[in-house]
């Protein structure tokens, strides 16, 4: 069965890096696109940033854009946020989820991992 | 603030409908097929709805979804309390090259 596991989060103080990995394993990973999603404390949930099936196009939230990368290595079946430039309002459950398909333009996600939390704090 | 509004709460009781609605714009729901999930606290999310209308498979008959024009609705008919839970619209905006996802809904089943 399909299965994604977040490691990587922590504790970080404002300013710094941290870097997010998902692993995937149950399905052919390099099929697939992929993306982060975030659910702050008391709040909703934030679309993070997408990956196409083989890295060829990437986008990201405004709030992000700039500071935060996404990767993968399909090889791995592995899945990566590179988090820079930490901020307070990053603090957040972090969970990667996947595309029905290779790539397009949506938010139909059929599997999600549980998380994984990053705190951003001095 | 969300650019996909959606109410913050709504109630009904055991065996009763509800409608929860998404409401967008041109860049977004106007052009895009919309989701819908159920998230119940400290599980993943769940795919309810996808292109609109469809249903994955397992999701039962009692979930609807339907877009017209700028706004989606996610329909649940015979309420249970195993409903209750938020749920969030989502779909891909252009103006910002970005997936979206709506403030969320707390359905509380009375």
Known sequence: QVQLVESGGGVVQPGKSLRLSCAASGFTFSDYGMNWVRQAPGKGLEWVAVIWYDGSNKYYADSVKGRFTISRDNSKKTLYLQMNSLRAEDTAVYSCARYVTGGGYSTTFDSWGQGTLVTVSS | ?110
């Open chain 2, 1 to 110: 603030q969300s650019v996909l509004t959606q109410p913050p709460s709504v109630s009904a009781a055991p065996g009763q409908k509800v409608t929860i609605s998404c409401s967008g714009s041109s860049s977004n729901i106007g052009n895009y097929y919309v989701s819908w999930y159920q998230h119940l606290p400290g599980t993943a999310p769940k795919l309810l709805i996808y292109d609109n209308n469809k249903r994955p498979s397992g999701i039962p008959d009692r979930f609807s979804g339907s877009k017209s024009g700028t706004s989606a609705t996610l329909g649940i008919t015979g309420l249970q309390t195993g409903d209750e839970a938020d749920y969030y619209c989502g779909t891909w905006d252009s103006s910002q090259s970005a997936g979206l996802f709506g403030g969320g809904t707390k359905l509380t089943v009375l």
